[in-house]
C-alpha cells in the first residue's frame, strides 16, 4: 500500500505501468514514518505550504512596479486584479491564522509555532510534516498511516477536518474505526487486480463476506458437479 502511495505521489516508479494526472493537479504525499525536520520552526515549517503561491506573488511584484513606472495598461490592471483574488480565494492573506489552527488542532500550544522543528521528538515531528501538506491543500491529499502519533484529541480534530476536506483525500491505515469517520469507498487491492468498493471500511467488510461466502458455493456446487 505503501509503494502505491509512493507511485502516485511520483516518489518512485512502477515496474511496468506509467502514472500520469491532469497537468496542474497537486498532490501532496505524507510517509508513516522517517521524516526528520531540522531547519526552522514549526510555523515556518508548514508555511513551505505556501511556496505554491511564489510566482504569483513574484509577478504581481512586477506588475505593480511596471504600474509605479506608469507602463499603465487594461491588461497589466486586470491582471494585478486577478491575483489578487486568488490569493485571497486561496487564502494566502490569512496563511497566519490558518497555520495556527492547524497546527492548534493538532496538539501544539501557540508557544510551540516558533519553538525549532529539532527541539521536538520524532512523533511530534511527523505531526509539523502532516500539519504542512494539510496546509498545502492539494487536490489530492495521500495520508500513510497519519493517525499513528496522534493522541484522542488530534485524531478526533483530524477526523473533522478530513471530512470536511473539499478535494480528494486516500488514507492507508489499520485504524479501522478512523477509516469508518473518514471514508467513503475502500480500494482493495488483491492479486494485482484493484477493486473499489463503495462505503466505509465496515461495509466494505461486510459485502467482502457475502462476495467470498458466493465463491465457497460456487466451489462446492463445482465440486459436487465434477
Same mark, same amino acid.
Given at each position: ?48 505550504? *505556501? ?23 487594461? *491588461? ?88 470536511? *476536506? ?30 473499489? *468498493? ?29
Amino acid at each position: 500500500k505503501t509503494t502505491l502511495l509512493k507511485i502516485i505521489a511520483g516518489e518512485m516508479s512502477a515496474d511496468s505501468i506509467e502514472m500520469s494526472h491532469p497537468k496542474h493537479m497537486r498532490i501532496s504525499y505524507l510517509p508513516q514514518s522517517d521524516i526528520v525536520l531540522e531547519d526552522g520552526t514549526a510555523y515556518e515549517h508548514v508555511e513551505l505550504a *505556501y511556496e505554491r503561491f511564489d510566482p504569483l506573488i513574484e509577478e504581481q511584484r512586477s506588475i505593480v512596479e511596471r504600474l509605479a513606472n506608469n507602463e499603465l495598461s487594461d *491588461y497589466l490592471l486586470e491582471r494585478n486584479h486577478e491575483i489578487g483574488e486568488i490569493l485571497l480565494h486561496e487564502g494566502y492573506y490569512d496563511r497566519k491564522t490558518e497555520i495556527a489552527i492547524i497546527l492548534n488542532g493538532l496538539g501544539f500550544h501557540d508557544s510551540d509555532l516558533n519553538r525549532l522543528c529539532s527541539e521536538f521528538s520524532g512523533g511530534w515531528q511527523m505531526r509539523i510534516a502532516l500539519a504542512k501538506v494539510l496546509a498545502e491543500k492539494p487536490n489530492l491529499l495521500l495520508l500513510d498511516e497519519p493517525t499513528n502519533y496522534l493522541d484522542i484529541e488530534a485524531r478526533y480534530w483530524l477526523r473533522n477536518y478530513l471530512k470536511a *476536506y473539499p478535494q480528494s483525500v486516500m488514507i492507508v491505515s489499520h485504524d479501522r474505526a478512523f477509516l469508518d469517520e473518514t471514508i467513503n469507498e475502500v480500494f482493495e487491492l488483491f492479486h494485482g487486480d484493484l477493486k473499489r *468498493y463503495k462505503g466505509t471500511y465496515s461495509q466494505y467488510e461486510s459485502q467482502r463476506e457475502v462476495e467470498i461466502q458466493t465463491l465457497m458455493k460456487a466451489y462446492e456446487q463445482q465440486q459436487i458437479e465434477i
